[in-house]
């Protein structure tokens, strides 16, 4: 029976751990019950009332064996008294960027548009800056999308990317993918379908699922990942073989992580994350500043102290894994990398501070254009 559960991502859909009970039951049966002293299950008992606790059972057993993720997906009695008191538990406005009926369309910068597909995940990250989504239960009516987002397409012709979000957008089945990746597939101004999923990493057996890499290989000269890997310890054997098969597709993966106090935010652990994606042929694509929202504050990291830790990162890494370094700001204001070097300039001498800490003067000679 346990094999089942790392071969075939719908027995994990079918079995998902949301309770006490369940959960006890899978850590015996995974052999896994002394990891179960690491629970505190009076948090776990009082959090998932307001923060509901959600895991497969495959990443059950990668999570609990792993002390940097465990902090990310089971309860803390922090999240119930952590109150965000400038921005709330929507710290990027996107309610107020929503265009359609429904709510699951975000048109925030000119060029792109969000969809939200679904606020459910097959697994609950307490660090997540949509937790407000999780009780929102959020409908999927498709021919209500597509006629909506057919509408606001024509209208909007600058848009050329669509970002397929959630939630998890990928617990769709396949019938339901096929549909709508299609819809945007045969949109001539669409160039880019950018579909973000965790699943790469939480539950890579969706990959293994034949009918829908077929979907995936008829939209794949349009489609990018992006995957939301934040420790070396996500990337098991099965993430490999999952990366292997989007690879051999000739889709591009990229990934973006928060940076989270007491999870990724040392250096080693961050070496290693790179190490592992590039490995994996996914590209470093951005580390975020964590959002601030009611109950994540705990895994907040100090700006400064983060742009050094990145910058001694960067030191002992090949460029191939420099991800930005992006905060998101806050009012829907924009997404924005912080810079890692410092700079001065006078006239056209630039000072620039390398990774080793030295400053090096840079003239550009501006002069021989005068
Ligand atoms: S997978 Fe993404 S959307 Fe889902 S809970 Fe985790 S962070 Fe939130």
Known sequence: MEREFFKDWRVNVKNLIEDKKTLKYFLKIFNLEEYSKKINWEAFDKVSRFYPFRITPYYLSVVIKSDSLFKVFFPS????????????DDPLSEEVFKVDKRGGIIHKYRDRVLVILTDFCSNNCRYCNRKRLWRSHLELRIDEIKKELNEYLTK???????????????IYENSI???IIGFFYNKFQIDVIRIHTKLISSLPQRFFDEEFIKILEKYRDKLWFYSHIIHSDEITPYVEQATKII???????????????????????LKELIRKLL????????????????STLHFMTDI???????????????????????????????????????IEKNKSLYRIKNFYGEVVDYNIFLDIYE
């Open 304 to 342: 400064d102290k983060t742009v050094e830790l990145i910058s001694n990162v960067y030191r002992e890494t090949t460029g191939l894994g420099w991800a930005n370094y992006i905060i998101d700001l806050p009012k829907g204001k924009g997404k924005v990398p912080l810079p890692l070097s410092q």
């Open 156 to 170: 909007n012709n600058e848009i050329k990317e669509v970002i397929l979000s959630g939630g998890e957008p990928l």
């Open 177 to 179: 993918l096929d549909d």
């Open 77 to 88: 009695l922090k999240e119930i008294s952590e109150k965000n008191k400038y921005y709330g």
């Open 279 to 294: 490995k994996n042929k996914i590209i470093p694509k951005n580390f975020y500043q964590l959002d601030p929202i009611d």
């Open 247 to 269: 690879n051999s597709l000739g889709i591009y993966i990229l990934n973006q992580a928060p940076i989270i106090r007491e999870v990724n935010d040392k250096k080693e652990v």
